[in-house]
């Protein structure tokens, strides 16, 4: 099921008459069929945009189409759609099996077919041998299984997961994504997944949206927008390390900083910002010289500190390429320093 929103707009009103544009003039596409991720930080819009799609937020203005369907005016229980809570909202009296069925007690289904649903949708998540428990009887990624079962349950078009994994500890939430992957692409169901984490939405979505402030910055596959962001937001936003940011120029299509040449471009002399990720430094006697201020050795990895102008810049490079030294010698991958126009932060090719 394709789901496409045409410039899609919220906004609140507090009492005092102040508006706020949680999403502005959103147009995005998500195809059927895959996990797309909406990604930002706090504020940006992404669980707002998941209840509009919803059905639980009016739009303030824009539609939304579910294929051919525009649903802007449908209401949540006509959509189609399961939704995830980023807090599960479990029923605590009913057992899992009553929790996984009972969104079916609304759709005259006979029993037996409800039973044979509620087990397959157990088999699915992982969970069938957990039927007869409560839910304070189960561990955090089971009752999330729970959820995600109870959301199936119906055959919905649509799957919606707000923020299903912040209430995880670290190792729950890197296997229960992985079976959020795993469970997406047996049932082959559209799904939209709202998260502030990177490396979660990087590491299961087909696609992702980066939002600031209501506005998309960037829809793409995860690496190709890690490797080529569109603009100064999108890169800053994904990368840990964060990306590096200096002033530089150019000069006859070469990168300066300083009198210092760290790479070639077509791109037209002026001032620019320059990004370049830590990774794309490499240890090389032939490469311009740096004073270390800092290593840190990470396992396979060094990070190292320095200096490059007034700024410090961090370099991750392999460990056996730096031992402690004062000072050292790196160049920079070819094709790895990213140019921003000063004024508008877009990226120039």
């Given at each position: 099921?394709?789901?496409?929103?045409?410039?899609?707009?919220?906004?609140?009103?507090?009492?005092?008459?102040k508006?706020?544009?949680?999403?502005?003039?959103?147009?995005?596409?998500?195809?059927?069929?895959?996990?797309?991720?909406l990604?930002?930080?706090?504020?940006?819009?992404?669980?707002?945009?998941?209840?509009?799609?919803?059905g639980?937020?009016k739009?303030?203005?824009?539609?939304?189409f579910f294929?051919?369907?525009?649903v802007?005016?449908?209401?949540?229980?006509?959509?189609?759609?399961g939704?995830?809570?980023?807090n599960?909202?479990?029923?605590?009296?009913?057992?899992?099996r009553q929790?996984?069925?009972?969104?079916?007690?609304n759709?005259?289904?006979?029993?037996?077919e409800?039973?044979?649903?509620?087990?397959?949708?157990a088999?699915?998540v992982?969970?069938?041998?957990?039927?007869?428990?409560?839910?304070?009887?189960?561990?955090?990624g089971?009752?999330?299984?729970?959820?995600?079962?109870?959301?199936?349950?119906?055959?919905?078009?649509?799957?919606?997961?707000?923020?299903?994994l912040?209430?995880?500890?670290?190792?729950?939430?890197?296997?229960?994504?992985?079976?959020?992957?795993?469970?997406?692409?047996?049932?082959?169901?559209?799904?939209?997944?709202v998260?502030h984490?990177?490396?979660?939405?990087?590491?299961?979505?087909?696609?992702?949206?980066?939002?600031?402030?209501?506005?998309?910055?960037?829809?793409?596959?995860?690496?190709?927008?890690?490797?080529h962001?569109?603009?100064?937001?999108?890169?800053?936003?994904?990368?840990n390390?964060?990306?590096?940011?200096?002033?530089?120029?150019?000069?006859?299509?070469n990168?300066?900083?300083?009198?210092?040449?760290?790479?070639?471009?077509?791109v037209?002399?002026?001032?620019?910002?320059l990004?370049?990720?830590?990774?794309?430094?490499?240890?090389?006697?032939?490469?311009f010289?740096?004073d270390?201020?800092?290593?840190?050795?990470?396992?396979?990895?060094?990070?190292?500190?320095f200096?490059?102008?007034?700024?410090?810049?961090?370099?991750?490079?392999?460990?056996?390429?730096?031992?402690?030294?004062?000072s050292?010698?790196l160049i920079?991958?070819?094709?790895?320093?990213?140019?921003?126009?000063?004024g508008?932060?877009l990226?120039?090719?």
């Open positions: 099921m394709e789901i496409r929103l045409e410039n899609l707009t919220k906004i609140f009103t507090d009492k005092n008459g508006e706020t544009r949680a999403v502005d003039d959103l147009s995005i596409t998500i195809p059927s069929g895959k996990l797309v991720g990604l930002g930080p706090s504020g940006c819009g992404k669980s707002t945009t998941l209840f509009m799609i919803a639980l937020h739009p303030s203005g824009g539609k939304i294929g051919d369907d525009d802007t005016k449908l209401a949540p229980e006509k959509r189609g759609i939704l995830v809570f980023q599960y909202a479990l029923y605590p009296h009913m057992t899992v929790n996984i069925m009972f969104p079916l007690e759709l005259n289904i006979k029993r037996a409800a039973d044979q649903l509620v087990e397959e949708m088999q699915l992982g969970i069938a041998d957990q039927l007869d428990k409560k839910p304070s009887q189960l561990s955090g089971q009752q999330q299984r729970v959820a995600i079962a109870r959301a199936l349950v119906k055959k919905p078009r649509v799957l919606l997961l707000d923020e299903p912040s209430n995880l500890d670290a190792r729950l939430r890197l296997q229960t994504r992985e079976e959020i992957k795993r469970i997406q692409r047996e049932t082959g169901i559209t799904t939209i997944f998260t984490d990177q490396e979660e939405a990087m590491s299961i979505s087909d696609q992702m949206v980066v939002l600031e402030v209501g506005v998309n910055r960037q829809m793409d596959e995860p690496q190709e927008m890690y490797n962001p569109d603009n100064l937001f999108v890169a800053k936003f994904l990368g390390p964060p990306i590096n940011i200096i002033e530089g120029k150019v000069e006859n299509g990168i300066m900083v300083g009198t210092t040449m760290i790479g070639q471009t077509k037209k002399d002026g001032i620019y910002d990004g370049i990720r830590p990774e794309d430094f490499r240890f090389d006697p032939s490469g010289n740096v270390t201020k800092h290593i840190e050795s990470i396992g396979r990895d060094t990070l190292i500190r200096m490059m102008g007034d700024k410090e810049l961090r370099a991750l490079v392999d460990s056996d390429s730096v031992h402690g030294a004062a050292i010698k920079i991958k070819k094709g790895k320093v990213h140019l921003f126009d000063k508008t932060g990226v120039c090719l």
